[in-house]
């Protein structure tokens, strides 16, 4: 069936290293890609999206590719700050009859300064 | 422009009991969808509704249910609690469109419910 798998956390980094969370998806169709963070406390926001393959989604410095090749869509960050820490989810949401947001177990970045 | 309100953000319950959560999309949002967020099963979709219909559902059982009011607002209901239903319950609104789910979500801050 429809599933996300990202990358097992807890993910520790100094504050300007580059930050990668691998994410995959199993997806029939051309689903639509996400990243959602939730910081301590809150609920979750919505980072970064793309909706067709080749596109790159980005902001605040995060941005992701959808490779359909690889069905892969990676969050990546040249340089975190510490202000980034928090819980990070790939999610999709497929283009048949279903569709609803499924999210991947969550990625726990702490950035130390 | 006031984000999703969720009540209560707390709450203590016994097995066996039932509760009621609230929520009030962001104003001019028609779709809410409600998810419980677990450590080991992480966020898994309960339901999704769309101009007070129920639009999508997911694989839970009928001990859980929603409905929507025609203000958009949102509630959702859990009857016979058990220990396992011990949870953030996080709703979350998106201006929504006829035909589908874009993806696009709004999320409160959720409901803690604990089961005793």
């Known amino acids: 069936g429809d599933s996300v798998t990202q990358m097992e956390g807890p993910v520790t980094l100094s504050e300007e290293a580059f930050l990668t969370i691998n994410c995959t998806y199993t997806a029939t169709g051309y689903p639509s890609l996400f990243w959602y963070v939730q910081y301590p406390g809150e609920g979750l926001q919505l980072l970064l999206k793309a909706t067709k393959a080749d596109d790159k989604g980005s902001n605040k410095g995060f941005e992701a590719t959808y490779r359909k090749e690889t069905t892969s869509f990676h969050l990546e960050k040249g340089s975190v700050q510490v202000s980034d820490s928090a819980v990070y989810f790939c999610?999709?949401?497929?283009?048949?009859?279903?569709?609803?947001?499924?999210f991947g177990s969550g990625t726990q970045l702490t950035v130390l300064p | 422009k006031a984000g999703v309100t969720q009540t209560p953000r707390y709450l203590i319950k016994t097995r066996g009991q039932q509760v009621t959560l609230s929520c009030s999309p962001i104003?001019?949002?028609?779709?809410v969808s409600w998810y419980q967020q677990t450590p080991g099963q992480g966020l898994q979709f309960l339901f999704e509704y769309f101009s007070e219909t129920q639009r999508n559902k997911g694989n839970f059982p009928g001990r859980f249910s929603g409905r929507q009011f025609s203000n958009s607002r949102s509630e959702m209901n859990v009857s016979t609690l058990e220990l396992g239903d011990s949870a953030l319950y996080l709703c979350?609104?998106?201006?929504?469109?006829?035909?589908?789910?874009?993806?696009?979500?709004?999320f409160g801050e959720g409901s803690r419910l604990t089961v005793l």
């Open positions: 999610a999709f949401i497929s283009s048949g009859s279903a569709r609803q947001l499924t």
């Open positions: 979350a609104s998106s201006i929504g469109h006829r035909d589908a789910n874009t993806g696009e979500l709004f």
């Open positions: 104003s001019g949002h028609r779709s």
